[in-house]
DNA sequence: CTGCATCCGCCTCGATACTG
DNA sequence: CAGTATCGAGGCGGATGCAG
């Protein structure tokens, strides 16, 4: 009944007290790719249990951060777009942590992209203006980026692209950890390119992730860390 | 024994694996205004109970986001120094949560510091380079900003600093939220100041936080949220 | 079929008591 | 001072039920 709260008058506190539950804010990291269905939520949180994501969902509502626009479907309000700075900065934080060979399943391109438009917007900016629609082992998502930011979003973009880009997922990581470039994956024929070549190599140029120190060779680890 | 963990090769999945369970943030808010002990943390965390703060502080530092510099004393290391900007962008979101009116006991002035630090910084940055020594109500901080960014730690400065700045928590919080400024807090006789008068205005004039809307008249209020 | 609510076992949390 | 041990209450995860 008493919503465990910190009752700190606190910035930090106050922005926990609504997102600090476990899945809250990955519940709104799927909600920023784009409005969902309950049902297409519990899909891409595997493990949330129906009754919790029930449950934040209704307390977002109330927060003010999520709304529904109409009588099926989820999506972000205004204040809950104002995260992306603050989940965009975790998740470059956290990117450093996981592992370089990710393990079976625990992947999905969306992730991996919205980290490299976190990582474009906070290194300078795209660079260019660009419609890129992505097709990763059938996963559809759209970037729309202008010289400072980007957009991500899931679905076929829904107005025409400047490039179409094709491939697997395993080429998609590589593309975005730096083991391959756009030129070498098209060559190799891992990606496939409608449209403007070079505006996509452009972009992916500026896409790439940051080396990342291997944790495994840290003091003190194993501790009670990850097991992707 | 199994830590739960969210399984997903996801940066800000990883990042919530190490930071997301409850009071770990709030540690490291805490150190991230110096390095502290056991006993400090406890008593700036009110309602943490001493085997949550301890287990968090092991996990932490298995992490390699805390360290012991001395047998007793805790402090960030450099990957969660790391993670301030992290901290700053969700305590700029979770500010406008707030309440106008803070309940009695749950201020702290460093906290409010800290927002207002964060504020300066994502708004241009400071401006000016100043050494600031605050006693607000007996707690005493201090600032150390360049043009661009802005340092704020606990305790005394231990270097010379241009201004120092006295007063009590309520005419902080004043000064905070722009309820008054400082020639009137000074001509009031509630702000005391020695050194460089022009600096601090200047600098609280940076400092200033933006305005609020107020939560209480949003649809669907109150729904599980504060209670300060 | 989607969108939940209910129930159940376990784990986490918070509080208190106790120890080196 | 700096934690560890213990225990009740509640949050979480999984399975199942059920209404629209």
Redesign the interface.
């Known amino acids: 009944m ?19 539950e ?1 899945w809250t ?2 519940i709104l ?1 799927e909600l920023a790719l784009g409005p969902k269905r309950y049902s297409d939520l519990l899909e891409r949180l ?2 949330i249990g129906t009754n919790l994501l029930a449950a934040r969902l ?2 977002l ?4 951060v999520v709304h529904r626009p109409d009588a099926a479907g989820y999506a972000l309000t205004p ?1 809950g777009e ?2 992306r ?3 965009d ?10 592992p370089d060979q ?2 079976a399943g ?3 391109a969306p ?2 992209a ?2 490299m438009r ?1 990582q474009m917007e906070a290194s300078g900016g795209p660079g260019v203006a660009a419609i890129v629609d992505f097709d990763v082992g059938g996963e559809r998502f759209w970037l729309r980026a202008d010289a400072e930011r980007a957009d991500l979003r899931d679905g076929p973009a829904p107005v025409r692209a400047d490039v179409t880009a094709r491939c697997d997922l395993p080429t998609f990581t590589a593309l975005a950890t730096g083991r391959t470039d756009a030129r070498e994956a098209i060559r190799s024929g891992a990606l496939e390119i409608e449209g403007d070549r070079r505006l996509l190599e452009q972009l992916l140029r500026r896409f790439r992730l940051p080396a990342r120190t291997n ?1 495994s060779s ?11």
């Open positions: 008493t919503a465990r709260t910190y009752g700190q008058y606190c910035g930090l506190a106050a922005a926990l007290d609504v997102l600090g476990r804010m990955l990291r595997p493990g209704k307390a509502d109330a927060a003010g204040r104002q995260l700075p603050a989940l900065s975790l998740a470059r934080w956290g990117w450093e942590l996981l990710p393990k625990s992947v999905r992730w991996a919205m980290l976190a944790l840290m003091p003190g680890f194993p501790g009670r860390m990850r097991n992707l």
